[in-house]
């Protein structure tokens, strides 16, 4: 009798991951994570390590919150599953639009359900280009985003992100797609350039590219508050305010992507209030849940319900949905996690052990490889380089943030490498004392990556 595979054998025989390289899996193999343990994660081998990313910047409330094992539990039993198409809708879905709406307030006046935050995103740019349809403005149909953008990985969500690794081997349509300037202070500003006057300069560009594309063409601008994969980019000072101006003066919609930021993670129910935003339309997920069911949300503001309302009296309903939009079991579980962060005051936690975390890391500033650290509550980054005083990156092919990051886990902490800058983002009920452990073990990674870096030929 052939003995039963391991985990690891059956993973490297049948499963085709998420962004892995199929070839160094098939040598190397995956992690197995077995269980979890408030901010800790476990593998096959029994080993821990301190999860400084909360999985993919989502598992806010730790890997065994009892409460929403049970909210689960109790709606698995009472109704496992009930579609929300036509009008028909289940106890859990209505309570869970209620709190939300209660909690991030006007203009934004309803909420749609999806699975993911890609769909979050594509229902989103759905509704803009509807609304405008909706105003007898089918042309206004083109949507601004950003470079260093994430906005998911289905394909319009593809096509909207700012990253090249993003859009290549797909060749798929970006037509309806404009690029603005990345928000970038460190990367982007011009010398002497103070964070205002590159605030400025910003939204004078993006004045000139609305202007030169035609507004009566411009249906949306899409933008993370805190841009998360591209590096945790905070906008410099009063860049929304200078934004919104222009956004209004066009009739521009803004969609703020708050997957990563909403919840607490910036330090503020919303990553839109820790940047000054004020969106027309919010998109939700991740943290929403807690990760413990996949769940995602799209919130409109009522002047955008309201054309969507008066259009399906005249020429049509908006024909979107998902099978699961709704689902029961994901909405009781994050109408549950909603209620865990009013009650703890989450967004209280992260102020404080957010400032005690990015004073830790500011102590690496004066490393020999570190050009900058930057962030706000729950999550920040440290940006590597091969010369402090001109910024200069070090080359590609050195892979030297994916050296921090293996070391990182070596030692037992997830930290999350994109290029050469090393994210931050833990779960946001991590303790003090787990901060410091977890400075303890970033400080060790680097000192293994600076002897690295020393060993590395001259360019
Ligand atoms: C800002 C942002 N938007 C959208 C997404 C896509 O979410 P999902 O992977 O759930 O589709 C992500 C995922 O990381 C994200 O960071």
């Known amino acids: 009798m052939t003995p039963p595979r391991s985990a690891r054998e059956r993973d490297i025989a049948h499963h ?27 593998d096959e081998q029994g080993r821990r390590y301190l999860d400084g990313m909360a999985s993919l910047w989502c598992c806010a409330l730790g890997y065994n919150e009892p409460r929403l094992i049970e909210a689960a539990h109790r709606q698995l039993k009472q109704l496992p599953y009930s579609h929300t198409f036509r009008g028909r809708s289940h106890p859990a879905v209505s309570l869970l639009a209620e709190a939300l709406l209660g909690a991030v307030g006007p203009p934004q006046s309803k909420a749609f359900f999806a699975n993911s935050g890609s769909e979050a995103n594509e229902t989103a740019v759905k509704l803009a280009w509807f609304y405008n349809a909706a105003r007898g403005r089918p042309e206004k149909r083109k949507i601004i985003t950003r470079e260093g953008a994430y906005h998911g990985t289905t394909v319009l969500a593809a096509a909207l992100c700012g990253l090249p690794a993003m859009h290549e081997g797909f060749g798929f349509s970006t037509d309806c797609i404009l690029r603005a300037r990345c928000p970038h202070y460190y990367r982007e500003a011009r010398p002497g350039e103070s964070e205002a006057q590159f605030a400025s300069r910003l939204a004078q560009e993006l004045d000139d590219l609305i202007l030169a ?181 070090f080359a590609g092919k050195h892979g030297l943030g994916a050296f921090l990051m293996d070391s990182a886990e070596r030692q037992g902490l997830f930290v999350r490498a994109v290029g050469d800058t090393v994210i931050v983002a833990p779960p946001l009920i991590i303790t003090k004392q787990e901060v410091d452990q977890l400075l303890r073990l970033f400080d060790a990674a680097l000192r293994e990556t600076e002897s690295h870096a020393a060993r590395l030929p001259p360019a």
Do not use: W
């Open 16 to 42: 085709l991951h998420a962004f892995t390289d199929p070839a160094a899996h098939e040598r190397t193999g995956p992690l197995v994570i077995e269980r979890g343990e408030g901010v800790y994660l476990i």
């Open 213 to 393: 594309q035609d507004p009566a063409t411009v249906a949306a601008f899409i933008a993370e508050p805190v841009m998360g994969v591209g590096g945790v980019i905070v906008p410099p000072a009063g860049y929304f305010e200078k934004i919104r101006p222009v956004l209004q003066r066009h009739d521009v919609l803004l969609i703020a992507d708050e997957v990563i930021c909403a919840f607490g993670r910036t330090g503020n129910f919303l990553g839109s209030e820790t940047v000054g935003m004020r969106p027309d339309i919010i998109t939700l997920a991740k943290a929403l849940s807690s990760a413990y069911m996949p769940i995602s949300a799209t919130l409109v503001s009522e002047r955008v319900y309201r054309a969507v309302r008066d259009e399906a009296g005249r020429r049509g309903i908006f024909s979107h949905g998902l099978t699961y939009s709704g689902h029961p079991v994901a909405a009781a579980v994050a109408l549950e996690a909603l209620a865990i962060y009013r009650e703890r005051d989450i967004v209280g936690h992260v102020r404080t052990v957010g400032e005690h975390l990015r004073q830790g890391l500011q102590q690496f500033a004066a490393r020999p490889l570190v050009g900058e650290v930057r962030g706000v509550g729950l999550m920040h980054a440290v940006e590597l380089v091969a010369d402090k005083s001109t910024r200069e990156p």
